[in-house]
Structure formats: C-alpha cells, structure tokens
C-alpha cells in the first residue's frame, strides 16, 4: 500500500524544497506531496537553490492545501517560521500524523534579495538534513 508524506508550508516554496528532497530517499512504497496554505508564485530563488544540487524543482505543480487530501496522508510535515509565519491550523484529527519543522521563511526574514538568497541556500540545506531523518522514520511508520 502507497503512503504519503504532504508537505505543507506558507506559500509552498520550503515545502516543495522539501519534495525535491524527498524524492530523492529510498523509502519504498512511500510518495510525497507539497501544497501551501496561502496562494502564492513561485519563489525563484527556491529553484536555484535547488539547481545547485542537481534538484529541479520548477516543475512541481504549486498548489493550495486540500483537506481531503490532508486526511489521507500517513505523514504531515507542517513547516512554518514560528516567528514570521501566521500558524496554520490543522484539525485537531490529524494531530497524531503531524510533524512540525519550525524553519526560517526566507522571504520574511530577509531585507534585501541578497539576504533573500543566502537564506534559501541556508534554508536548502536545513530542509535536506531533516529530510534525510526522514529516511529512516518513515520505514518505522505503518
């Protein structure tokens, strides 16, 4: 049986990040999604960041949060600035399968597109090593 982990953050730029990611572990049978819970464009500097590990992110469709599709993942992975970001609320049945990744947004903490761009860089790597954990917790889930 499939099993997803949705990615979730503000305007999806970290949490497609994190898809890049993701597809990139050796879980099988696992499938992973990205959505945003505000309507947004893409970042482009999410993309380059990517481009530099070889990741090609500007495919992946940017879409909106789907409840129904929320209720049928096996993992949520909710990332948001605790300090920036508006917190996203998910129904209480879904606690159990979510996971909270409190992670810089790029795009509020910076003044000028030069800071913007050092933290995506920054921000690329922090999603690639929480991911990676993912690799190995993911097995453990049924």
């Not at 309507?39 to 500097?45: I, N, Q």
């Not at 949520?76 to 600035?81: F, L, P, R, W, Y």
């Not at 917790?137 to 049924?142: V, W």
């Given at each position: 049986?499939?099993?997803?982990?949705?990615?979730?953050?503000s305007?999806?730029?970290?949490?497609l990040?994190?898809e890049?990611?993701?597809?990139?572990?050796?879980?099988?049978?696992?499938?992973?999604k990205?959505?945003?819970?505000v309507?947004?464009?893409?970042?482009?500097?999410s993309?380059?960041?990517?481009?530099?590990?070889?990741?090609?992110i500007?495919?992946f469709?940017?879409?909106?949060?789907?409840?129904?599709?929320?209720?049928e993942?096996?993992?949520?992975?909710?990332?948001?600035?605790t300090e920036?970001?508006?917190k996203?609320?998910?129904?209480?049945e879904?606690?159990?399968?979510?996971i909270?990744?409190n992670?810089?947004?790029?795009?509020k903490?910076s003044?000028t597109?030069?800071?913007?761009?050092?933290?995506?860089?920054?921000?690329?790597?922090?999603?690639?090593?929480?991911?990676?954990?993912?690799?190995h917790?993911?097995?453990?889930?049924?």
């Open positions: 049986m499939n099993k997803t982990v949705y990615f979730l953050s305007s999806q730029q970290r949490s990040m994190a890049g990611w993701a597809e990139k572990l050796e879980v099988p049978d696992w499938s992973f990205s959505a945003g819970w309507a947004d464009s893409r970042a482009e500097f993309v380059l960041a990517m481009k530099e590990l070889c990741i090609d500007s495919s469709p940017l879409s909106r949060i789907e409840m129904k599709e929320l209720g993942a096996s993992v949520i992975v909710a990332i948001q600035d920036y970001d508006d996203i609320e998910l129904p209480s879904l606690e159990e399968k979510v909270y990744w992670l810089p947004n790029p795009r903490r003044a597109l030069i800071e913007e761009w050092v933290h995506y860089q920054e921000i690329c790597d922090e999603i690639a090593m929480r991911v990676k954990d993912l690799e917790l993911l097995p453990q889930l049924h």
